[in-house]
């Protein structure tokens, strides 16, 4: 059987390519993202700045338990600021035996000027040299409170010398400081920030910090390991009674103190293991839906070489045996070519998200043995097991009547009947529960019914393309005998053409759903943002932010009427374990003039104190209405409790929640402003000199946009954001419509000895290919009507659900894209290749080779 299964796979090359094609993408596919999940699992960061410290105390994550007893599930979310400690923690921790030092460490984040030079830096208090690879080139250390300390690169960069100045600009006004010593570290060892690095005096720290700590470096005394020294720690951080939900100091040892060195590590982390997750399992099912259409209908097109081995007494166990290996040596071969391109694809997905700031540039591709042996095990078992339940009804045929089974099909199996009717009533059960969900819930739900849509006409395409024959017959009739011929060819041909049908209609479903929703999402977000700035100036301040006292300075400047400063941040809510939103500190004196939010319930003017106000979606999801209190955390892991005050409907082009912006303020690192929104008074001509003048001088490094370019840089922002999501779902949709072609193609030259038949009797070549056109115009038209129904059962609950409205946005070049690119590719990958068979004279076509 071996040598046969050989030599059948030698005769029908088409099926062959057809059959590998498929394999191979879902084999790269799969092997791509699962390089990309080991990445995630595997990556802590370097460990630089932390490297002197066996042991490390902070606050890097969100802990929310749901459930209780068997049933607790525990989740644990990244923090997007860091988090303070307790004030009395270093000191309890240098009390315990075995420990040499507890050295507190802390960050403010600033802009340093020196002659015409800029640059972000980041300050550090002395003592802190203790945990990192740095050392005193030359000078000395800061003692005053006006001395500084310059890593190597930043003097170099500002170009200045021990005994120079430097200015600082920080909270209320611009501090001038010394250089007394520079520092280096160790070569290649040197933490890896955005922004550059420098100490002063630790009192002067103190003060900028306002006396708190963010990292706690333990140095052991003696021989004590590091296992014994965390041991020993714990006793103090794990502190009894302490409640379960929340963010909690915790023992960082090992590997994952490189997690400790910035916030970007474990969200960046997380950020990869959700998104190829997420990928992962959509190619996964794609591949499930792609090769078993491929698979069965490359068995169901040989079910005449399966005749002629049970004619020639070849038992039903030998011709499935058969079948198995054929379908073995094509999966295996097929997955191993896959592997590589998988691989590079991870690597240049990787090399993307560091471009765009997404994770950090010491993220690395880690590849191992695991996801290649699992997207080929993944692939081989899909195509055996499908090729082995398609070989079992012909292999079970009487050797007497296997040649007539060859030439009519049988219809649907009661099994394949329910399970069709199963995968049919969980999506329209799915596409109820979606109506009503909202974000990421509605999304889930979405994905999910468009590919249990896809999954009940896979199963059920024959019945569709019978019925869909049925009614299209009058009509086709009327075009003559070609007409005649493809409503009678497609209606007996059901079984083969509902694979061609069902990766038609996954092509067209998840174009129609899935990418008109991220395009309906940027439009809302920036129509919303367009008409809600109202802002005649804004002032951006990049990583190092703006002084708070810059607001103050501009607001009082001649011919600006308001100026309102504005943070970012991050909301935690315990709802799903642990659900982030985004939020915004901004200024309520002057808030009408710069912004509008289109406030829908409540008052802006409430908004002090511990107050929030609400965009509908998120108020929807959260069931909060005026008046409601909402429990949460900040994006530095501090519970807090709010009371809404205000409804507003411009979330998506501003930000989920907003508070007042001293609020936020007290929970992000360093305190400072993100953006300052300005309105000036258009009857005074040299305000804008005037604004230009004062921002250059307070907040060198810094970026005044007017409002058409901030808008600008807005749009750039949202398309920025859904940057992941498109080219995800740009991939998914290549691969469906390369194997949407791939399985027409299939098709269409399965049907050389049909065509040559048609010859024979006496039908032209251009009846021949009239009558396929005909067939591809039905298939085609179902495709449509099926694939835009799944589409707009989809479509429109999760717009409503992720932008708050029921029109989802498709641009005209979308619909084109969409119906035209499915017209298009299934008239090539028809044409094509029935020209190719009819190429072939009609009294060869007409034997066993294809």
């Known amino acids: 059987m071996t040598s046969i299964a050989w030599r059948l796979l030698r005769q029908h090359p088409a099926r062959l390519v057809a059959t590998a094609l498929a394999l191979v993408i879902a084999a790269a596919a799969v092997t791509g993202c699962g390089v990309m999940l080991e990445s995630g699992l595997r990556y802590h960061g370097a460990v630089a700045r932390y490297a002197a410290a066996p042991v490390l105390v902070a606050t890097t994550a969100l802990t929310v338990t749901e459930g209780s007893g068997e049933d607790a599930d525990t989740e644990r979310t990244p923090l997007t600021d860091r988090a303070p400690l307790p004030a009395s923690l270093p000191d309890a921790?240098?009390?315990?035996?075995?420990?040499?030092?507890?050295?507190?460490?802390?960050?403010?984040?600033?802009?340093?000027?020196?002659?015409?030079?800029?640059?972000?830096?980041?300050?550090?208090?002395?003592?802190?040299?203790?945990?990192?690879?740095?050392?005193?080139?030359?000078?000395?250390?800061?003692?005053?409170?006006?001395?500084?300390?310059?890593?190597?690169?930043?003097?170099?960069?500002?170009?200045?010398?021990?005994?120079?100045?430097?200015?600082?600009?920080?909270?209320?006004?611009?501090?001038?400081?010394?250089?007394?010593?520079?520092?280096?570290?160790?070569?290649?060892?040197?933490?890896?920030?955005?922004?550059?690095?420098?100490?002063?005096?630790?009192?002067?720290?103190?003060?900028?910090?306002?006396?708190?700590?963010?990292?706690?470096?333990?140095?052991?005394?003696?021989?004590v390991s590091p296992a014994q020294l965390a041991n020993q720690v714990r006793r103090v951080v794990d502190a009894p009674g302490s409640p379960s939900d929340g963010a909690h100091p915790e023992v960082i040892t090992g590997v994952r103190r490189g997690s400790v060195e910035t916030m970007a590590v474990d969200n960046g982390r997380e950020f990869v293991i959700a998104v190829s997750s997420t990928f992962g399992g959509?190619?996964?099912?794609?591949?499930?839906?792609?090769?078993?259409?491929?698979?069965?209908?490359?068995?169901?097109?040989?079910?005449?070489?399966?005749?002629?081995?049970?004619?020639?007494?070849?038992?039903?166990?030998?011709?499935?045996?058969?079948?198995?290996?054929?379908?073995?040596?094509?999966?295996?071969?097929?997955?191993?070519?896959?592997?590589?391109?998988?691989?590079?694809?991870?690597?240049?997905?990787?090399?993307?998200?560091?471009?765009?700031?997404?994770?950090?540039?010491?993220?690395?591709?880690?590849?191992?043995?695991?996801?290649?042996?699992?997207?080929?095990?993944?692939?081989?078992?899909?195509?055996?097991?499908?090729?082995?339940?398609?070989?079992?009804r012909p292999s079970r045929v009487r050797p007497s009547q296997a040649m007539t089974e060859t030439t009519v099909e049988r219809r649907i199996g009661p099994v394949r009947a329910l399970l069709g009717l199963i995968a049919l009533a969980g999506g329209?059960?799915?596409?109820?529960?979606?109506?009503?969900?909202?974000?990421?819930?509605?999304?889930?739900?979405?994905?999910?019914?468009?590919?249990?849509?896809?999954?009940?006409?896979?199963?059920?395409?024959?019945?569709?393309?019978?019925?869909?024959?049925?009614?299209?017959?009058?009509?086709?009739?009327?075009?003559?005998?070609?007409?005649?011929?493809?409503?009678?060819?497609?209606?007996?041909?059901?079984?083969?053409?509902?694979?061609?049908?069902?990766?038609?209609?996954?092509?067209?479903?998840?174009?129609?759903?899935?990418?008109?929703?991220?395009?309906?999402?940027?439009?809302?977000?920036?129509?919303?943002?367009?008409?809600?700035?109202?802002?005649?100036?804004?002032?951006?301040?990049?990583?190092?932010?703006?002084?708070?006292?810059?607001?103050?300075?501009?607001?009082?400047?001649?011919?600006?009427?308001?100026?309102?400063?504005?943070?970012?941040?991050?909301?935690?809510?315990?709802?799903?374990?642990?659900?982030?939103?985004?939020?915004?500190?901004?200024?309520?004196?002057?808030?009408d003039s710069v912004v509008d939010l289109d406030v829908t319930a409540g008052t802006l003017a409430a908004l002090k104190g511990r107050s929030v106000a609400v965009d509908t979606l998120s108020a929807e999801a959260l069931h909060a209405h005026v008046g409601a209190r909402l429990h949460g955390w900040f994006g530095d892991g501090t519970p807090a409790e709010m009371r809404v005050v205000a409804i507003y409907r411009r979330g998506l082009g501003f930000a989920s929640m907003t508070v007042p912006r001293d609020l936020l303020a007290a929970h992000a690192e360093g305190g400072r402003n993100d953006l300052v929104l300005l309105r000036l008074n258009h009857a005074d001509p040299g305000a804008r000199s005037r604004l230009r003048q004062q921002v250059a001088a307070q907040a060198p490094g810094s970026l005044l946009e007017s409002r058409a370019a901030f808008r600008a840089t807005l749009d750039s922002e949202i398309v920025q954001n859904g940057w992941t999501e498109r080219t995800i779902i740009a991939v998914l949709l290549l691969y469906v419509a390369i194997a949407a072609v791939n399985t027409l193609v299939m098709h269409t030259l399965g049907r050389r000895r049909e065509f040559a038949v048609l010859r024979l009797a006496g039908t032209t070549r251009r009846q021949v290919l009239r009558m396929a056109a005909l067939e591809l115009v039905l298939v085609l038209g179902l495709t449509l009507l099926v694939g835009l129904a799944i589409a707009a059962v989809t479509l429109v609950p999760l717009v409503k659900g992720t932008t708050g409205t029921s029109v989802p946005y498709i641009p005209a070049a979308g619909w084109i894209a969409v119906i035209g690119g499915v017209v298009v590719l299934g008239a090539l990958a028809t044409a094509v290749p029935a020209c190719m068979a009819l190429r072939t004279l009609p009294v060869e076509a007409i034997g066993v080779r294809e």
């Open 428 to 591: 329209l059960l799915l596409a109820v529960v979606s109506a009503s969900a909202t974000g990421d819930t509605a999304a889930g739900v979405a994905v999910g019914t468009v590919f249990a849509l896809v999954t009940a006409v896979a199963l059920l395409g024959s019945v569709v393309i019978r019925m869909g024959a049925a009614v299209a017959a009058p009509w086709l009739r009327m075009l003559g005998a070609t007409g005649r011929l493809a409503a009678a060819t497609t209606s007996t041909s059901a079984v083969r053409l509902a694979s061609v049908l069902s990766a038609l209609v996954l092509a067209v479903g998840l174009g129609g759903s899935l990418w008109f929703v991220q395009s309906s999402v940027e439009h809302v977000a920036r129509e919303q943002a367009t008409a809600g700035l109202l802002a005649d100036q804004v002032v951006m301040g990049g990583p190092a932010g703006l002084a708070s006292g810059l607001t103050r300075r501009l607001a009082d400047l001649e011919g600006v009427r308001a100026a309102v400063g504005l943070d970012r941040g991050t909301w935690f809510t315990a709802r799903d374990g642990g659900t982030s939103f985004s939020v915004q500190g901004i200024d309520v004196d002057g808030l």
């Open 282 to 392: 959509c190619a996964l099912v794609i591949a499930v839906l792609v090769i078993t259409g491929t698979v069965g209908l490359s068995t169901q097109q040989r079910h005449r070489d399966i005749a002629l081995l049970r004619a020639i007494a070849a038992t039903p166990r030998q011709v499935r045996r058969l079948v198995v290996w054929e379908t073995l040596a094509v999966a295996m071969f097929a997955g191993a070519v896959g592997v590589l391109p998988g691989v590079v694809a991870a690597g240049w997905l990787r090399d993307q998200f560091v471009d765009r700031g997404i994770i950090p540039v010491d993220f690395e591709t880690c590849i191992s043995w695991l996801p290649p042996v699992v997207a080929v095990g993944c692939g081989v078992v899909i195509a055996v097991v499908t090729a082995w339940s398609a070989s079992l």
């Open 93 to 223: 921790i240098a009390a315990l035996p075995g420990v040499r030092a507890a050295i507190s460490d802390t960050s403010v984040i600033t802009r340093a000027a020196a002659g015409g030079s800029v640059s972000a830096v980041q300050l550090h208090p002395w003592s802190a040299t203790a945990l990192t690879p740095y050392t005193l080139l030359d000078g000395s250390a800061p003692s005053r409170a006006d001395d500084l300390a310059l890593s190597r690169s930043l003097a170099d960069h500002l170009g200045t010398r021990i005994g120079e100045r430097v200015r600082l600009y920080l909270d209320q006004d611009l501090r001038s400081y010394t250089v007394t010593g520079v520092v280096a570290p160790a070569a290649g060892a040197g933490p890896r920030d955005s922004a550059g690095t420098a100490f002063i005096a630790d009192r002067a720290m103190t003060s900028l910090s306002n006396g708190k700590t963010y990292v706690i470096g333990v140095l052991p005394d003696g021989h």
